[in-house]
Nanobody, 121 residues
């Protein structure tokens, strides 16, 4: 069974960069044809898809976040990462990584447990 685990600092200061890592076990992030997504949940915006990296390394971003977000991967560690620059308090949320499948749409079949990130000085 595929498992995903988010990790990273739980507190980030405004204007700094948020960095999170998703460690995947039970499956390879290079396996056809999965996408690997970052999603966040906050009271202000609800569930918000942020971006994803595909099995072959292509990246996609939410238009609302593309200027600040960056998704990358380390295939040797079976990990993918999220960096978001210039964070503000409204970026406070629970951040999830998830495996994404495309089948007449998009579906998240495996999720990490989520990690709370607070943006505060």
């Amino acid at each position: 069974q595929v498992q995903l685990q988010e990790s990273g600092p739980g507190l980030v200061k405004p204007s700094q960069t948020l960095s999170l890592t998703c460690t995947v076990s039970g499956g390879s992030i290079t396996t056809n044809y999965y996408y690997w997504s970052w999603i966040r949940q906050s009271p202000g915006k609800g569930l918000e898809w942020m971006g994803a990296i595909t099995y072959d390394g292509n990246v996609y971003y939410s238009p609302a976040l593309e200027s600040r977000a960056s998704v990358s991967r380390d295939t040797s560690k079976n990990q993918f990462t999220l960096q978001m620059t210039s964070v503000i308090p409204e970026d406070t949320a629970v951040y999830y990584c998830a495996r994404t499948v495309r089948n007449r749409g998009y579906r998240y079949d495996y999720w990490g447990q989520g990690t709370k990130v607070t943006v505060s000085s």
